[in-house]
């Protein structure tokens, strides 16, 4: 019998808020225990206050010491932007930059704090 590892994945919850301090914004996701080069995350964006509650797919790009995810969003036009997860190994800060390098390059970024999610 095959038990896959992602049955034994962490849920992690982190917030933030937003640069003018008035939005409050949750991102909720789950790793393997051992996450891997490739792997698939599923991301969830939660923010009450505007109604948003938005799935992104990511993958792995690098697993270790640093967990660094990027969302496989379609970029298909000059204004679309991508987004880096940057997860530190105690599992406890992420780092999301947003990059646009498309018709208006920038980038902007944001700091969080995590914890395991327990369920209620």
């Known amino acids: ?28 996701f789950s790793l393997p225990t051992d996450p891997y080069f490739g792997a698939k995350v599923d991301l969830n ?15 792995v790009i690098k697993d270790k010491p640093f967990l660094v995810m990027s969302d496989v969003q379609r ?7 991508m987004m880096l997860f940057y997860l530190t190994p105690e599992r406890d800060k992420l780092t999301i930059t947003n990059l646009s390098i498309g ?6 970024f944001n700091f969080t704090k995590c914890r395991i999610k327990v369920e209620d």
């Open 1 to 28: 019998m095959f038990i896959s590892n992602v049955l034994f994945a962490d849920v992690y919850e982190c917030r933030y808020l937003n640069k003018q301090r008035t939005d409050l914004l949750k991102i909720i």
């Open 45 to 59: 964006i939660i923010n009450d206050k505007r109604s948003i509650n938005e799935d992104i797919k990511a993958v």
């Open 75 to 81: 970029i298909k036009k000059p204004s679309d932007k």
């Open 103 to 108: 018709v208006n390059p920038k980038a902007g």
